[in-house]
């Protein structure tokens, strides 16, 4: 009887990346309704618009530790260089999250020093989603790797090609951020969430194609693996369901449509994750670390594989059941 090989590595890897793709769709909304708010009306429709992600904001960030947990017990190695690598724009987001947390709490409690908080909430909410895409992009564009060990400068993450990647995360933030509040609220709020749909979904299509075509001069790899003769048949679907679903959004947004908005936005967020895996994979950290060079020993990879087949489906378990708890318009909810 023949023996199955299962490369534990790369199961990490599709684990850690469908934390990071879990995070960045279910926090991602929330962040873009904190950058959408100073746009919103003062009083009851910023109410509403708080309304409609206080019963799931929190939980939503349990991805985040579990794709940086994740990242830390299965390739120690990874972190180990891309932290330093980073850390002025790690430090940066956990202290938007930060901001963004207290805020949310003490608006409600605080009527004399709302539009502090209210400020405070935007503003974490913006550093923290611009942080997020600028580390994507530090990432992208390499990192500099001697002897096993981080051996760049405090600021080398800090290149155009970051600022083009964090803009992006903002608008597209923004965008499901929208469409949450397109699906959850009602009446003036909805409607100022249509107007803002459009906007941001123009901003994350211009920002898209300009990260994309940037990729191909950013690395002469990369431009192989986009436009190379053998692999363009395998990478063209991607921009051409990408452009597909950016028309079919448009057209659910002309027609009024409630929740389908959300969900396309979810798949525009799928396939740039999806392009992001075929630009770098298989290395962790560009041009030379690949997955396997930074993996954890087996007998680690397997000890911790027992704990995320327990707790992932937990995870899951407890978000669907969140969501189906508090679901329909925020409008007759109060959570605060």
């Not at 075509?213 to 192989?224: F, I, S």
Request: neutral net charge; contains cysteine; aromatic residues 16%.
């Amino acid at each position: 009887m023949m023996g199955i090989s299962i490369d534990l590595t790369i199961v990490w890897a599709f684990i850690i990346a469908f934390a990071v793709f879990a995070y960045v769709v279910m926090d991602g909304f929330d962040l873009g309704i904190g950058i959408l708010f100073p746009t919103i009306e003062v009083g009851t429709e910023r109410n509403r618009a708080m309304n409609a992600i206080a019963p799931v904001w929190d939980g939503n960030e349990t991805w985040l530790v579990m794709g940086g947990g994740g990242l830390l017990a299965a390739f120690p190695l990874a972190y180990a260089i891309l932290l330093p690598a980073t850390y002025p724009l790690i430090i940066a987001m956990l202290l938007g999250l930060v901001f963004r947390g207290v805020a949310f709490e003490f608006r409600w409690r605080e009527d004399r020093h709302r539009a502090f908080w209210d400020f405070a909430f935007a503003g974490g909410s913006l550093v923290a989603a611009l942080s997020q895409g600028m580390i994507l992009g530090a990432i992208l564009q390499g990192v500099t790797v001697v002897d096993r060990a981080y051996a760049g400068s405090w600021f080398d993450w800090l290149t155009p090609y970051t600022l083009l990647t964090g803009l992006g995360t903002v608008a597209g933030y923004a965008l499901l951020g929208s469409c949450w509040l397109i699906w959850k609220t009602e009446g003036k709020c909805q409607e100022h969430a249509y107007r803002m749909a459009w906007k941001a979904a123009f901003a994350t299509f211009a920002l898209m194609a300009a990260v994309s075509l940037y990729n191909v001069v950013l690395r002469p790899e990369y431009a192989d693996r986009w436009l190379h003769p053998k692999q363009i048949a395998f990478a063209a679907p991607i921009p051409i369901i990408t452009a597909f679903l950016g028309i079919w959004l448009l057209r659910t947004l002309k027609q009024k449509r409630e929740v389908l908005p959300f969900w396309i936005g979810i798949g525009l967020f799928a396939m740039g994750m999806v392009g992001v895996g075929v630009t770098i994979f298989p290395n962790v950290i560009p041009p030379s670390l690949s997955i396997w060079d930074a993996a954890a020993p087996e007998r680690s990879q397997i000890f911790m594989l027992v704990g995320a087949g327990i707790t992932l489906p937990l995870i899951l378990g407890y978000t669907f059941w969140a969501y189906w708890v508090f679901r329909g318009k925020a409008i007759d909810q109060a959570y605060h």
